[in-house]
């Protein structure tokens, strides 16, 4: 079976300071790819996907993804992280194919930005 | 456009007692989905519809729940003879035909006394 794992429960950043959150994941063929966040009292958001192609994937607000076929992994980046960046982070996988498919998601990583 | 709305924002009931929530996707987009989120189990699949398809149940937890959608659009998740383990945010997501960017609503937070 598909599965998606996040090692980090919980990162503290400073302000300014750069981010990696880490997904791996296991399944027989390379799946679709996610990042969601998730605000306290909110909905998630969809920061970035892979499907195919460039391996270097540019989000929304300043976050990108390095899908990493060798080593199963699609990390989340930010060079700067600000205040506002603090939520949970969940990264989430489909099988890859053309019709809808449901979402598997990652445990989540919290995480929190000191000032 | 408007994005995908749920109904209530939050539902405290007794154990024991029925509750409805409700999905409101984006236009046009034909498969709808339902997840919930609690503390000891993260985010889990609950069913999804895809057009006019039988939809994906195998998420559902027990036979309490049910899920159905009206015309194509707006869904209802009912749960009935509610425990206390129902307790959960139950998150809605939408997404367009052969297209797997779901998009989702702001949950319903149901607290089952």
């Known amino acids: 079976a598909q599965s998606v794992t996040q090692p980090d429960i919980h990162i503290t950043v400073s302000e300014g300071a750069s981010l990696e959150l880490r997904c791996n994941y296991s399944y027989g063929a390379t799946p679709y790819l996610f990042w969601y966040v998730q605000s306290p009292g909110q909905g998630l958001q969809l920061l970035l996907k892979y499907f195919s192609g460039d391996t270097l994937v540019q989000g929304i607000k300043g976050f990108e993804a390095e899908f990493k076929r060798s080593q199963s992994s699609f990390n989340l980046r930010k060079p700067s992280v600000h205040w506002s960046d603090a939520a949970e982070y969940f990264c989430a996988v489909v099988p890859p194919s053309g019709t809808a498919s449901k979402l598997t998601f990652g445990t989540g990583t919290r995480l929190q930005v000191t000032l | ?103 989702f609503g702001p949950g319903t937070r149901l607290t089952v006394l």
């Open chain 2, 1 to 103: 456009g408007a994005g995908v709305s749920q109904s209530p924002s939050n539902k405290v009931t007794e154990k024991g007692k029925d509750v409805e929530l409700r999905c409101d996707p984006i236009s046009g987009h034909t498969a709808l989905y339902w997840y919930r989120q609690s503390l000891g189990q993260g985010l889990e699949f609950l069913i999804y519809f895809q057009g006019n398809s039988a939809p994906d149940k195998s998420g559902l937890p027990s036979d309490r729940f049910s899920a159905e959608r009206t015309g194509g659009s707006v869904s209802t998740l009912t749960i009935q003879r509610t425990q206390q383990e129902d307790s959960a945010v139950y998150l809605c997501a939408s997404s367009r035909p052969h297209y797997n960017e779901q998009f």
